[in-house]
């Protein structure tokens, strides 16, 4: 059965870019604009690996409360954070709050592809 | 401007409805009882999957709007059904349990499209840990004396519970597929659907075994006097062409000879929204 991926972001070009690379590499992808339908996916379907923005649809640190979410429902994701925010507070924030992976905007494709790759050899 | 997620899901053109026959099933031989009309979100979207839906509604508050919004689209579709089908309709306790014009909108709905409200069966679904008492008393003492039933659903789960059973006192008691999964080979969940089927006699409501999943489960539901069976096994839920191509319901009439399905169904949808808009000023904001 193919990993699931979840990608969470905002900007549609974002999502359908990552989705459509993710799905070449043999992935099973679904994308999520905002913040509870990230949750609903998230209570109803099983992801190897969740890639969130933490700016989501206004919600300046939306993608922190996906994280929380995840975490607090016990699941088994594992999470990359791909944003524009580069602050090391954010970023020891979101570590803290139990990210596997943190990659800066632009990212090249391969790296996120990398990245994935990694964290769903380290789940199997 | 695009559209919002939550806007996308109050446009009734975009969700579909399928129908689920609920039979009454005796010695074997099943009968036609109603039909539940189960909403679909907008193709090619999460929300096409309706726990998905649902559970995105809950989480945005939206279920007063939502209701409202599902309810106009069953309507649509139960104008191109035989006149004497009852059908169920999901309603939120929130929604009924708040003052926001859903009785009198729900009437309107069904008028404009020349529905008998005898015809409907309210199911009561509730994920919220409270809602107004009295309020939702009060509404479905309302529905009754349109004429509407009450069935109060996944009874045995979450917020389904003895306080509800009493609260909205339902025609029938809707039994979650979890308590009729392996009946045949656990006695304790024989236990369980036996004391609800006493419950519900003492209460002079009717059982409805939901997702029964397999012959042998079906005829342990018999054997504890329940005859009311919905269930993928009999007939999963599936449009209405495919319902009337199988024979559980006739062909429609003649739907283009119908009351308001002219030119002027395009209007009258309108006036729709603006009783929601209504609905939506007396009480729960629709998009939040």
Same mark, same amino acid.
């Given at each position: 059965?193919?990993?699931?991926?979840?990608?969470?972001?905002?900007?549609?070009?974002?999502?359908?870019?990552?989705?459509?690379?993710?799905?070449?590499?043999?992935?099973?992808?679904?994308?999520?604009?905002?913040?509870?339908?990230?949750?609903?996916?998230?209570?109803?379907?099983?992801?190897?690996?969740?890639?969130?923005?933490?700016?989501?649809?206004?919600?300046?640190?939306?993608?922190?409360?996906?994280?929380?979410?995840?975490?607090?429902?016990?699941?088994?994701?594992?999470?990359?954070?791909?944003?524009?925010?580069?602050?090391?507070?954010?970023?020891?924030?979101?570590?803290?709050?139990?990210?596997?992976?943190?990659?800066?905007?632009?990212?090249?494709?391969?790296?996120?592809?990398?990245?994935?790759?990694?964290?769903?050899?380290?789940?199997? | 401007?695009?559209?919002?997620?939550?806007?996308?899901?109050?446009?009734?053109?975009?969700?579909?409805?399928?129908?689920?026959?609920?039979?009454?099933?005796?010695?074997?031989?099943?009968?036609?009882?109603?039909?539940?009309?189960?909403?679909?979100?907008?193709?090619?979207?999460?929300?096409?999957?309706?726990?998905?839906?649902? %559970?995105? *509604?809950? =989480?945005?508050? &939206? $279920? +007063?709007? /939502?209701?409202?919004?599902?309810?106009? #689209?069953?309507? %649509?579709? *139960?104008? =191109?059904?035989? &006149? $004497? +089908?009852? /059908?169920?309709?999901?309603?939120?306790? #929130?929604?009924?349990?708040?003052?926001?014009?859903?009785?009198?909108?729900?009437?309107?709905?069904?008028?404009?499209?020349?529905?008998?409200?005898?015809?409907?069966?309210?199911?009561?679904?509730?994920?919220?840990?409270?809602?107004?008492?009295?309020?939702?008393?009060?509404?479905?003492?309302?529905?009754?004396?349109?004429?509407?039933?009450?069935?109060?659903?996944?009874?045995?789960?979450?917020?389904?519970?003895?306080?509800?059973?009493?609260?909205?006192?339902?025609?029938?008691?809707?039994?979650?597929?979890?308590?009729?999964?392996?009946?045949?080979?656990?006695?304790?969940?024989?236990?369980?659907?036996?004391?609800?089927?006493?419950?519900?006699?003492?209460?002079?409501?009717?059982?409805?075994?939901?997702?029964?999943?397999?012959?042998?489960?079906?005829?342990?539901?018999?054997?504890?006097?329940?005859?009311?069976?919905?269930?993928?096994?009999?007939?999963?839920?599936?449009?209405?062409?495919?319902?009337?191509?199988?024979?559980?319901?006739?062909?429609?009439?003649?739907?283009?000879?119908?009351?308001?399905?002219?030119?002027?169904?395009?209007?009258?949808?309108?006036?729709?929204?603006?009783?929601?808009?209504?609905?939506?000023?007396?009480?729960?904001?629709?998009?939040?």
């Amino acid at each position: 059965m193919a990993n699931k991926i979840l990608i969470i972001d905002d900007d549609e070009q974002l999502r359908n870019v990552c989705r459509d690379f993710l799905a070449e590499g043999g992935y099973e992808v679904d994308c999520a604009e905002e913040l509870e339908e990230a949750q609903s996916l998230l209570t109803f379907i099983p992801y190897s690996v969740v890639i969130t923005d933490l700016r989501l649809s206004k919600l300046a640190f939306g993608g922190l409360d996906v994280i929380r979410h995840i975490r607090e429902q016990a699941l088994r994701a594992r999470v990359i954070v791909l944003t524009a925010y580069g602050w090391p507070d954010l970023k020891a924030e979101a570590s803290a709050s139990g990210i596997d992976a943190f990659l800066r905007k632009p990212a090249r494709l391969s790296e996120l592809g990398a990245a994935v790759h990694t964290l769903i050899g380290a789940t199997s | 401007m695009t559209k919002s997620l939550l806007e996308t899901i109050l446009d009734p053109s975009k969700l579909s409805v399928l129908f689920q026959p609920i039979f009454e099933v005796q010695n074997g031989i099943k009968r036609l009882d109603s039909l539940e009309a189960l909403i679909r979100g907008p193709q090619g979207t999460n929300f096409n999957r309706a726990d998905i839906l649902f %559970d995105y *509604v809950r =989480r945005k508050k &939206a $279920e +007063v709007a /939502v209701d409202h919004t599902c309810f106009m #689209a069953v309507c %649509d579709e *139960v104008m =191109r059904l035989p &006149a $004497e +089908v009852r /059908v169920n309709v999901n309603v939120h306790a #929130a929604t009924l349990g708040q003052s926001c014009g859903f009785v009198e909108f729900f009437r309107r709905c069904a008028k404009k499209r020349s529905l008998k409200l005898e015809r409907f069966t309210i199911e009561i679904v509730e994920h919220a840990p409270s809602c107004d008492a009295s309020q939702l008393t009060t509404t479905i003492l309302q529905l009754r004396e349109l004429g509407i039933r009450i069935a109060l659903d996944d009874v045995g789960l979450g917020q389904s519970n003895y306080r509800m059973m009493l609260d909205c006192d339902p025609e029938y008691f809707k039994l979650d597929g979890y308590f009729v999964r392996n009946l045949n080979r656990d006695p304790k969940r024989r236990a369980v659907v036996a004391s609800l089927v006493a419950l519900s006699e003492s209460l002079e409501s009717a059982v409805v075994a939901e997702a029964v999943g397999s012959q042998e489960d079906l005829s342990q539901v018999a054997e504890l006097g329940v005859n009311l069976v919905q269930a993928n096994i009999l007939c999963p839920a599936m449009p209405l062409a495919e319902l009337q191509k199988l024979g559980y319901v006739d062909a429609t009439p003649d739907f283009d000879a119908m009351p308001g399905s002219d030119a002027a169904f395009g209007k009258m949808q309108n006036f729709d929204r603006r009783d929601m808009r209504f609905a939506a000023a007396a009480g729960q904001s629709f998009y939040t």
